[in-house]
């Protein structure tokens, strides 16, 4: 099991991915939005997301957890 963590404080501005979705390694799972420039946040390693902690539009501090994969 592994956790994606947010690297900088920003808001959801898309979810790439839903839970049940198969990812690899490097594939994106969300995009924030933080000082009008999108940063992609990908997927450290191959698995399904079991579970997505954030919805588009939230906001996000820097090492908040924002998948799990399995």
Do not use: C, Y
Not at 51 to 69: C, H, M, T, W, Y
């Amino acid at each position: 099991m592994s956790e994606i963590k947010a690297s900088m404080a920003g808001s959801v501005w898309k979810l790439v991915v839903k839970e049940g979705d198969e990812v690899s390694d490097g594939q994106d799972i969300v995009i924030l939005e933080s000082m009008k420039m999108e940063i992609p946040i990908a997927a450290e390693t191959s698995g399904v997301v079991k579970e997505l902690k954030v919805g588009e539009g939230d906001f996000v501090n820097e090492g908040d957890v924002i998948a799990i994969i399995e």
